[in-house]
């Protein structure tokens, strides 16, 4: 793992934190077996987390959201998918001057839903040279304030399977309705646990996953498929997503030998690219998208 300088993040007793790790830290797993009581109680205290943490934030879009695409782009809300017989509609974009089929990108909502913060930064994605689609996980509704989150984040998190068709659809609109040749994915906080999930779900077709300070798996059989590169990007100060869970993650991912860069931002926190919250941290991710340009450039725009 790096931290912000890129010095080497190790720790010492990490295989001791790892085999704690595996014993007290909840899955958001979509294919372990796991006890449906647990899982559930495991799922309200992570929301519970979530709910202090973003206490006093508002799912505002401000002036750092809405920065421009780096060219001009084109979108639109599209239906991408059929979901338990309803129609579900995300935001598409792309650059204007589009003249060929472009690597996509599947994005991924915070806790919060398919806001304008998520629209804004769908669009500086496609300006970079992608197809991409921003998922709606939530049916169409937008959290006004963290209770609403709340209850629309624990809502698919106890029932994952309509969220699981939802990601598998979108993947196929745009491989096969935008003929995109290579496909990623990218989400933060609730989002970034689902850009993983659908590295899982999707382990031989999706080409690159990047999560924002998204709740992590650490089971070497969960984890095992994933074929992808992968990137990561958590704060040093998230109580949400602890340090030591990190460090399990990327000591699994290093033990099965996939591909990972795994970054570590000593001072932030959580949702600190997020520049609606309280803990937006410039710096941190000023440094973050660099990084997440250039790796999807490296894993996307190259033909395998």
């Known amino acids: 793992m790096m931290v912000a300088g890129d010095r080497p993040w190790r720790n010492a007793q990490g295989i001791q934190l790892w085999r704690i790790l595996l014993l007290g830290l909840w899955g958001l797993s979509l294919t372990a ?24 934030d508002k799912p505002e879009a401000t002036e750092m959201a809405r920065q421009s695409p780096a060219q001009p782009v084109t979108s639109q809300r599209v239906k991408y998918a059929t979901v338990n017989g309803q129609p579900v509609e995300g935001f598409f974009a792309q650059p204007v001057q589009a003249d060929r089929p472009l690597p996509g990108i599947i ?50 998190m106890g029932q994952p399977q309509p969220a699981q068709e939802n990601l598998r659809q979108a993947y196929d609109y745009l491989v096969k309705d935008k003929q995109s040749p290579q496909v990623g994915s990218i989400g933060w906080c609730f989002g970034g646990a689902w850009s993983l999930q659908t590295g899982l779900l999707l382990p031989d077709q999706l080409d690159a996953l990047v999560i924002y300070y998204g709740r ?25 997503i602890p340090v030591a869970e990190v460090n399990a993650f990327e000591q699994t991912l290093n033990t099965l030998d996939k591909p990972a860069e795994i970054y570590l931002y000593d ?33 996307l725009k190259t033909s395998p």
């Open 33 to 56: 077996c796991a006890r449906p009581e647990a899982s559930v109680e495991a799922g309200e205290s992570f929301t519970d987390r979530m709910s202090e943490i973003h206490g006093t």
């Open 107 to 156: 994005a991924i909502h915070e806790w919060w839903g398919l806001n304008d913060n998520i629209k804004a930064v769908t669009e500086r994605l496609a300006g970079e040279g992608y197809s991409v689609l921003a998922v709606d996980l939530y049916d169409g509704q937008v959290a006004q304030d963290p209770d609403q989150a709340r209850q629309l984040m624990q809502r698919v």
């Open 216 to 240: 992590l798996e650490t089971d070497p059989q969960i984890l095992k498929p994933l074929t992808m590169p992968i990137a990561g990007f958590f704060g040093g100060q998230d109580a949400g």
């Open 267 to 299: 001072a932030a926190d959580h949702a600190f690219a997020n520049p609606s919250g309280k803990n937006y941290n410039p710096a941190a991710a000023n440094d973050a998208w660099e990084k997440t340009l250039a790796f999807f450039a490296k894993h």
